[in-house]
């Protein structure tokens, strides 16, 4: 018996209507997105946002479709002078690295102090954990990078033990306020 190379054409000669099929379709896609995908992707020209959990800057989302790198969550958050981020419960897994500033996190109603250069790394606990970041400094803005794993498609927003915003930022409360 003869092998044969299971390799699809760039046209999907190998789509068969199976799944093994579809799976070949969905690598080729992929193989041609990752062509003219965004590799080097620049703040100065991203935006910022104010949501529930403060004041954002993506540089990795899952709705980010046209970047090179989708296994990650990472972003930029700016919390200032005085301020905290929204509360927030999940799995854990998140790591932060403080740019610029001096607060603390309180992680499970446990207060961590840290400052410019140190790295938050919050724990995966079965039952999640509960979390919120302070800024310590009345007029400095706190700059901390946010990064996780991209386990969005593989076991859903909750991540296991739920995905809850406690507590929105003020600034976010602010803006709905506004008229």
């Given at each position: 018996?003869?092998?044969?190379?299971?390799?699809?054409?760039?046209?999907?000669?190998?789509?068969?209507?199976?799944?093994?099929?579809?799976?070949?379709?969905?690598?080729?896609?992929?193989?041609?997105?990752?062509?003219?995908?965004?590799?080097?992707?620049?703040?100065?020209?991203?935006?910022?946002?104010?949501?529930?959990?403060?004041?954002?800057?993506?540089?990795?989302?899952?709705?980010?479709?046209?970047?090179?790198?989708?296994?990650?969550?990472?972003?930029?958050q700016e919390i200032a002078g005085g301020s905290r981020s929204g509360r927030q419960q999940?799995?854990?897994?998140?790591?932060?690295?403080?740019?610029?500033?001096?607060?603390?996190?309180?992680?499970?109603?446990?207060?961590?102090?840290?400052?410019?250069?140190?790295?938050?790394?919050?724990?995966?606990?079965?039952?999640?954990?509960?979390?919120?970041?302070?800024?310590?400094?009345?007029?400095e803005p706190v700059e901390m990078i946010g990064c996780e794993p991209n386990l969005i498609e593989v076991l859903g927003v909750d991540k296991g033990c739920g995905f809850?915003?406690?507590?929105?930022?003020?600034?976010?409360?602010?803006?709905?306020?506004?008229?």
């Open positions: 018996m003869a092998m044969t190379n299971a390799r699809t054409t760039e046209d999907g000669a190998q789509a068969d209507g199976t799944l093994f099929g579809e799976l070949l379709r969905i690598r080729d896609e992929q193989r041609k997105e990752r062509e003219s995908a965004i590799w080097l992707i620049k703040g100065k020209d991203l935006p910022w946002e104010v949501n529930q959990h403060g004041k954002m800057k993506w540089y990795l989302h899952p709705q980010l479709k046209d970047i090179a790198l989708k296994t990650m969550l990472f972003y930029k999940c799995q854990g897994s998140i790591i932060f690295y403080i740019l610029r500033g001096q607060g603390y996190t309180l992680l499970d109603g446990v207060k961590h102090p840290w400052t410019a250069g140190d790295f938050v790394n919050l724990p995966i606990r079965e039952e999640g954990i509960v979390y919120q970041h302070f800024n310590a400094d009345a007029k809850e915003e406690l507590e929105v930022a003020p600034e976010y409360r602010e803006q709905k306020e506004r008229p």
